[in-house]
């Protein structure tokens, strides 16, 4: 009687505190969320998390990964890593500028003029933990990145220049930096979700769209867009946010294995990410696509007014936006 009652006790706890506890094995099942299908190097990543995290405490925590989306959109699942039900997720910056302004650094096009400084800068600890310093006030905490690469533009006819974007109207994700982008380029911003681009483009209802190379393969989009021109307009990472209310009730010694492993999963994620984009461009170019090599210099001189414009209306990524460029002018 007394045994149940503790485990009564501990399952009302774990409500209260947002944590789902099995009561066949007393474990916390820990939920982790992201909308990619299962080859994907976000999901290859949190593998990695679940095998470092079970290996450890293996006798505490259930690790439980749900691709696809099947939890519901990133904006939906925020929500619920907010209020402690779901535990982890990949999101992309752009999809938490709305919550933070800081986050809105990564859309700022051309922030880096070279892949290898942007790795340097969302692999660095200080940059992360700088990133995360609204966490308490914003419910989730930043614990490393994955890897998007570089977003490039892909379309049904060849861009070769900045002049071949003139009166095109291109795919973007949602944010008032992307429409002034592609404002500076001549070209209509078209903001929709990414499941919608597929359709959009068949019916002509857009040009093009940008992104990297894995929408060509896994979207499909190469069945329509044949060209893609690396301009390396962005580089913006699928952060790996935690539960605030999460995070900060675990132990110290659980809170550091969770951090390991989180390093851990981003350390395979960028090299699956890296393997699976050389796959992805040799599959590309099966399905009839061109790559484009186009002097990058062209398309950053179009926006680079856009910086201090942007910079003013948002003067929260300040610093973080000066210490991407000192990461970047010590990586060309």
Same mark, same amino acid.
């Given at each position: 009687m007394r045994i149940n009652k503790m485990l009564g006790i501990a399952l009302a706890i774990a409500a209260a505190t947002g944590f789902s506890v099995?009561? =066949?094995?007393? &474990?916390?099942?820990?939920? $982790?969320?992201?909308?990619?299908?299962?080859?994907?190097?976000?999901?290859?990543?949190?593998?990695?998390?679940?095998?470092?995290?079970?290996?450890?405490?293996?006798d505490k925590y259930e690790v439980q990964i749900?691709?696809?989306?099947?939890?519901? =959109?990133?904006? &939906?699942?925020?929500?619920? $890593?907010?209020?402690?039900?779901v535990q982890f997720l990949s999101v992309s910056t752009a999809n938490i500028e709305s919550f933070d302004k800081i986050y809105a650094v990564f859309s700022v096009p051309f922030l880096f003029t070279s892949e290898k400084a942007y790795e340097e800068f969302v692999t660095d600890p200080k940059v992360i933990q700088e990133l995360g310093v609204n966490s308490k006030k914003n419910g989730f905490r930043p614990l490393g990145a994955f890897t998007a690469g570089t977003r490039n533009f892909y379309s049904k006819e060849p861009i070769k220049s900045v002049a071949d974007l003139q009166g095109k109207k291109f795919r973007v994700q949602a944010g008032p930096t992307n429409v002034k982008m592609m404002e500076a380029f001549g070209a209509s911003a078209t903001p929709m979700s990414f499941g919608e681009v597929y359709s959009a483009l068949q019916q002509g209802v857009i040009d093009g769209a940008e992104n990297n190379e894995l929408a060509l393969t896994d979207q499909k989009h190469g069945e329509v867009c044949k060209y893609f021109s690396y301009d390396g307009h962005q580089m913006c990472p699928d952060l790996i946010v935690g539960s605030e209310v999460f995070l900060s009730k675990l132990p110290a010694e659980d809170l550091k294995v969770f951090e390991e492993a989180a390093a851990e999963a981003q350390k395979v994620e960028f090299a699956a990410w890296h393997k699976r984009i050389d796959e992805a461009k040799e599959q590309a170019k099966q399905m009839g696509v061109t790559f484009i090599d186009v002097d990058a210099g062209e398309f950053r001189a179009k926006v680079l007014p856009l910086h201090q414009e942007l910079l003013k209306d948002n003067p929260a990524m300040q610093g973080i936006y000066d210490k991407a460029s000192a990461f970047d002018a010590a990586n060309k």
């Amino acid at each position: 009687m007394r045994i149940n009652k503790m485990l009564g006790i501990a399952l009302a706890i774990a409500a209260a505190t947002g944590f789902s506890v099995s009561s =066949a094995e007393a &474990k916390t099942t820990v939920r $982790i969320s992201h909308t990619q299908i299962e080859t994907h190097p976000d999901h290859i990543g949190f593998v990695a998390f679940k095998n470092y995290v079970e290996s450890k405490l293996g006798d505490k925590y259930e690790v439980q990964i749900f691709p696809n989306g099947s939890l519901g =959109a990133n904006e &939906k699942v925020l929500e619920q $890593i907010k209020l402690g039900s779901v535990q982890f997720l990949s999101v992309s910056t752009a999809n938490i500028e709305s919550f933070d302004k800081i986050y809105a650094v990564f859309s700022v096009p051309f922030l880096f003029t070279s892949e290898k400084a942007y790795e340097e800068f969302v692999t660095d600890p200080k940059v992360i933990q700088e990133l995360g310093v609204n966490s308490k006030k914003n419910g989730f905490r930043p614990l490393g990145a994955f890897t998007a690469g570089t977003r490039n533009f892909y379309s049904k006819e060849p861009i070769k220049s900045v002049a071949d974007l003139q009166g095109k109207k291109f795919r973007v994700q949602a944010g008032p930096t992307n429409v002034k982008m592609m404002e500076a380029f001549g070209a209509s911003a078209t903001p929709m979700s990414f499941g919608e681009v597929y359709s959009a483009l068949q019916q002509g209802v857009i040009d093009g769209a940008e992104n990297n190379e894995l929408a060509l393969t896994d979207q499909k989009h190469g069945e329509v867009c044949k060209y893609f021109s690396y301009d390396g307009h962005q580089m913006c990472p699928d952060l790996i946010v935690g539960s605030e209310v999460f995070l900060s009730k675990l132990p110290a010694e659980d809170l550091k294995v969770f951090e390991e492993a989180a390093a851990e999963a981003q350390k395979v994620e960028f090299a699956a990410w890296h393997k699976r984009i050389d796959e992805a461009k040799e599959q590309a170019k099966q399905m009839g696509v061109t790559f484009i090599d186009v002097d990058a210099g062209e398309f950053r001189a179009k926006v680079l007014p856009l910086h201090q414009e942007l910079l003013k209306d948002n003067p929260a990524m300040q610093g973080i936006y000066d210490k991407a460029s000192a990461f970047d002018a010590a990586n060309k």
